[in-house]
């Protein structure tokens, strides 16, 4: 959990557990911190990415109509499928985002182009340290350069890029925070023995990634996942408007996809609130 204006990091949990007591009881993969060393494919919650960065170009608006041709787009030689059997036609920008269309995602990432592609996905911090104030083991770093002819189609679904968890619920903190990334922090402040404050660590801004107009639209594209029309209505909170983004990644088994073999991300929710918005981040496997 983070609250998005400040990079503050609430609350961190990772499983299988261990007994800080006794180490010596604990296996080296109980202690791992998977949130910020272990890596995967991000699947469709990368869709933040290209759709935001499209938005900001001022290319794409959420009215703009795209065809996602019965849910199968020939590109580069390679055929594009959307998801579990699902035939779209022509979806706005917003339901590309509310359905989580590969098609119509490709098709917006073909429109940005693959420099501004790259270019939004270090914006949004992938591909260098969250700069976290805790030991990784590993780099958890990756972002495709050259991009292969392919990539431009792949890259939009979350696809050919590495993330940790703590780098996903950032970019997503990002939106919630009108387009503003903080640096991840665990502490606020040092006191001596007597209470008094020694040395105080205020929030940091790493950069703003896209415009907080371009935020605003997101964030209503959003919104309309968590609703009868959208992928995640589970995700739905009573009492709260909540927003967010669906995604499942498919395995890789000696190089390739095996379709049918995908894994959930986390098992729970991280819940951004932004003033009267509760923002949440919701992996839910489809599969």
Known sequence: MVRPATGEIVAMAN?????????????????????ISDIAEPGSTFKIVVVSAALNENISKLTDLIDCE??????????????????YNILSVEEVVAKSSNVGAAKIGIKLGPEKLEEYVR???????TGIILPAKFAALFVPCPLEQDSITRIPMGHEVAATPLQMCLAMSAIANRGVLMRP??????????????????????????SETAAQQMVAALKTVVSTNGSGLNAQLDFYTAAGKTGTAQK???????????FRHSSGSFPLTIRSFAFQWHLMSRA
């Open 185 to 210: 922090r665990l502490v606020d402040h040092l006191e001596d023995a007597e209470g008094k404050v020694i040395a105080r660590y205020p929030p940091q801004v790493a950069r703003r990634v896209v």
């Open 123 to 129: 914006r949004f911090g992938f591909g260098e340290p």
């Open 70 to 87: 019965h849910g199968n787009f020939q590109y580069a030689g390679y055929t594009l499928h959307d998801a579990h059997e699902d035939k």
């Open 15 to 35: 499983l299988p557990t261990f007994d800080p007591n006794n180490l010596g009881a604990s296996t080296p993969d109980a202690r791992r911190n998977r949130i």
């Open 252 to 262: 890789s088994v000696g190089g390739k996809y095996v379709s049918g073999n995908s």
